[in-house]
Nanobody, 122 residues
Framework: QVQLVESGGGWVQAGGFLRLSCVASGRIVSTYTMAWFRQALGQEREFVAGISWSGAWNIYADSVKGRFTISKVNAQNTVYLQMNSLKSEDTAVYYC???????????????WGQGTQVTVSS
């Protein structure tokens, strides 16, 4: 059974940074599209960033472009989300996801982590 476990969330002041990690069981990091989504209180889950199985392609939501960077280390079965210049509107639960499609649509991802809370204080 595939498991994704996120960590690295927490509280930070606006302008600060955090790095989220997602450790996966098995070898899905090297064979699946990996992505980060987030869900703020009372809002729908939204796409944040994705990386292809090969690592050759990245894609970002416009709201985080230039501030967030997704990366992965296949040998460690780990995906990262480096978040810089954080804003209060980045406050949300962040989820790691894995899927076979190259997509920003949450419903097309097969596996999900439990989420990690990020709170940005202004």
């Amino acid at each position: 059974q595939v498991q994704l476990v996120e960590s690295g969330g927490g509280w930070v002041q606006a302008g600060g940074f955090l790095r989220l990690s997602c450790v996966a069981s098995g070898r899905i990091v090297s064979t699946y599209t990996m992505a980060w989504f987030r869900q703020a209180l009372g809002q729908e889950r939204e796409f944040v960033a994705g990386i292809s199985w090969s690592g050759a392609w990245n894609i970002y939501a416009d709201s985080v472009k230039g501030r967030f960077t997704i990366s992965k280390v296949n040998a460690q079965n780990t995906v990262y989300l480096q978040m810089n210049s954080l804003k209060s509107e980045d406050t949300a639960v962040y989820y790691c996801a894995a899927g076979t499609e190259w997509t920003t649509t949450s419903g097309l991802y097969e596996y999900w982590g439990q989420g990690t809370q990020v709170t940005v204080s202004s």
